[in-house]
């Protein structure tokens, strides 16, 4: 509370009168002059910003689609060099060698062990001054009789040319098309467990005949020709077209002996029960029958035989463009055709 009868000293006032604000302190007419909404040509000021910073926006925008634009046209030209290249084998050396290549996997037009890619890399291994030898490593279980036979001549022109030997090593699988191809070698070296032989034929494929009898399902297929459409798996087989799809793998079975008689020869024991029935034994069974010459792998036959230690791989395999291509389904329908093709095969 306030006493009333209380008196201030002379001259003393509790609520003085604020001074002024001078310019220098922040006055009126300072913030006047702060702000910009005061002065003259403001709006002209603010709309040259926004049109510097709209242009400036616009130019990063610009430069940002260049970059994008030339760096997916970089990466396309990279996989056209590639697709281009399709896997080019080891360049030539000149210094001794053993010249190794892959035969894995089905053989077949289009795959890895394919007669373009097998004999294209056989070719750049015989040519090249330092490869000493070559060996065949193979891991097959077989495939196209054509493609094989492919391969076996270019075997044998090739060693004749070139005079070089050649050998086949064999790691888990080599049947049917894949021995094929084994037999036109010098010599086949296996592993004690290996799988060899299968000297055979087959043709494949499924008949719906029944099913479809069963479910009520009428076939309409329309052919030029009484034979055209008897491997269709919805209508039926006779016996006379059986017979002749029969006569056919027989003496592709025939072609088959003959290759590997030929290119074994002596150390082949014809003799054996089942030798050319499609049967297979293990590689140490293949030696005693004379399918093979004796146990090893790439290293002994690079050390021991050929002479040459040092290793170099000149298998031409898919580039980074197919793989793409069949990572992201290309290769379905590819897939599917083989899936239901009836063509003969060895294996």
Not at 58 to 81: D, E, H, M, Y
Not at 84 to 96: E, N, Q, V
Not at 144 to 158: F, H, M, T, W, Y
Not at 248 to 277: E, N
């Amino acid at each position: 509370m306030t006493d009333s009868n209380r008196t201030e000293p002379q001259g003393f006032e509790p609520f003085e009168r604020a001074a002024p604000l001078s310019s220098a302190q922040g006055g009126p007419q300072s913030m006047s002059k702060n702000d910009p909404t005061q002065q003259s040509g403001w709006e002209r000021a603010t709309l040259e910003k926004l049109a510097f910073a709209s242009l400036r926006e616009q130019r990063a925008t610009r430069r940002w689609k260049t970059f994008v634009r030339l760096s997916w046209l970089a990466f396309f030209i990279f996989l056209a060099w590639f697709a281009l290249s399709r896997g080019t084998p080891a360049t030539a050396k000149a210094t001794a060698h053993t010249a190794v290549i892959e035969i894995k996997g089905e053989i077949a037009s289009g795959a890895d062990a394919s007669a373009e890619f097998v004999v294209a890399a056989m070719k750049t291994a015989f040519e090249d001054e330092g490869a000493k030898g070559v060996v065949l490593l193979i891991n097959s279980p077989g495939g196209s009789p054509v493609q094989a036979g492919i391969i076996n001549d270019e075997i044998k022109r090739l060693r004749a040319k070139y005079n070089k030997p050649v050998y086949a090593v064999v790691e888990e699988t080599c049947a049917s098309a894949a021995y094929y191809i084994a037999a036109a070698t010098d010599k086949v070296f296996v592993d004690k467990a290996s799988i060899v032989g299968s000297i055979g034929v087959l043709m494949d494929g499924f008949g719906f005949t029944g099913l479809m009898d069963k479910v009520g399902v009428e076939r309409r297929l329309l052919t030029a020709g009484e034979n055209k459409g008897f491997l269709d798996p919805f209508s039926p087989m006779s016996d006379a077209q059986r017979a002749h799809a029969q006569q056919m793998l027989d003496l592709i079975h025939t072609q088959f002996i003959d290759v590997v008689k030929a290119g074994r020869g002596d150390r082949l024991k014809t003799s054996t029960p089942g030798l050319f029935s499609g049967l297979f034994w293990s590689g140490q069974q293949a030696v005693e029958l004379g399918l093979a010459d004796q146990l090893g792998n790439v290293d002994f036959v690079a050390r021991e035989v050929i002479k040459a230690e040092e290793v170099i791989d000149y298998t031409r395999r898919d580039n980074v463009a197919e793989k793409l291509a069949k990572k992201f389904g290309a290769a379905l329908g590819d897939a599917s055709v083989r899936a239901i093709r009836t063509a003969p095969a060895l294996r």
